[in-house]
Antibody
Framework: QITLKESGPTLVKPTQTLTLTCTFS??????????VGWIRQPPGKALEWLTL???????RYSPSLKSRLTITKDTSKNQVVLTMTNMDPVDTATYYC???????????WGQGTLVTVSS | EIVLTQSPGTLSLSPGERATLSCRAS???????FAWYQQKPGQAPRLLIY???SRATAIPDRFSGSGSGTDFTLTISRLEPEDFAVYYC?????????FGQGTKLEIK
């Protein structure tokens, strides 16, 4: 059974750096074809894809946020970490991590974590 | 970047009716790398359809996907009460992958 869970701060101040951790079970990020992505959703708005890391450590980033994002993986801990710098109130959103396999669609999702950016 | 435009924004129907949701891409989506998700309030999205027409695991056969190129459709043949939700399309054939703005399916 595949599960994912996001963890990290619920409140960050403007200009701070956000670090979120996705802890997963039921699969290995060293298995060929596997990947973990991050998607966010501002309150009442649509989904926005942020970044994706593959089993071979290849990484993809949203062009509009690329300068602010870093994704890394720790295969031994079954974790993926998202870092977003220079947070702004417009970055207030629920952040989801999700599993991909064979295609860049997401078949398993975490429950999401709401991050509020406010002073 | 491929922009996905979903229509209508809101669809009001009754249980038992047929629902047709559309998603149009600003450029052709390669190899039908296209997915649909359902999202209910307070929940994470749920994968319904991938590769434009393949149903994900445990998805009822009243859900079907079709289309190619720039025009894709999600059809729900007979609406059940639990189908009223927001639906998102996604293309993953071109980087960056993108999502549509959503269609809200509400009870009439």
């Amino acid at each position: 059974q595949i599960t994912l869970k996001e963890s990290g701060p619920t409140l960050v101040k403007p200009t701070q750096t956000l670090t979120l951790t996705c802890t997963f079970s039921g699969f290995s990020l060293s298995t060929s074809g596997v990947g973990v992505g991050w998607i966010r959703q501002p309150p009442g708005k649509a989904l926005e894809w942020l970044t994706l890391i593959y089993w071979n450590d290849d990484k993809r980033y949203s062009p509009s946020l690329k300068s602010r994002l870093t994704i890394t993986k720790d295969t031994s801990k079954n974790q993926v970490v998202l870092t977003m710098t220079n947070m702004d109130p417009v970055d207030t959103a629920t952040y989801y991590c999700a599993h991909r396999y064979s295609g860049n669609y997401y078949d398993y999702w975490g429950q999401g974590t709401l991050v509020t950016v406010s002073s | 970047e491929i922009v996905l435009t979903q229509s209508p924004g809101t669809l009001s129907l009754s249980p038992g009716e047929r629902a047709t949701l559309s998603c149009r891409a600003s450029q052709s989506v390669s190899s039908s790398y296209f997915a649909w998700y359902q999202q209910k309030p307070g929940q994470a999205p749920r994968l319904l359809i991938y590769a434009a027409s393949s149903r994900a695991t445990a998805i009822p056969d009243r859900f079907s996907g079709s289309g190619s190129g720039t025009d894709f459709t999600l059809t729900i043949s007979r609406l059940e009460p639990e189908d009223f939700a927001v639906y998102y399309c996604q293309q993953y054939g071109s980087s960056p992958q993108t999502f549509g703005q959503g269609t809200k399916l509400e009870i009439k």
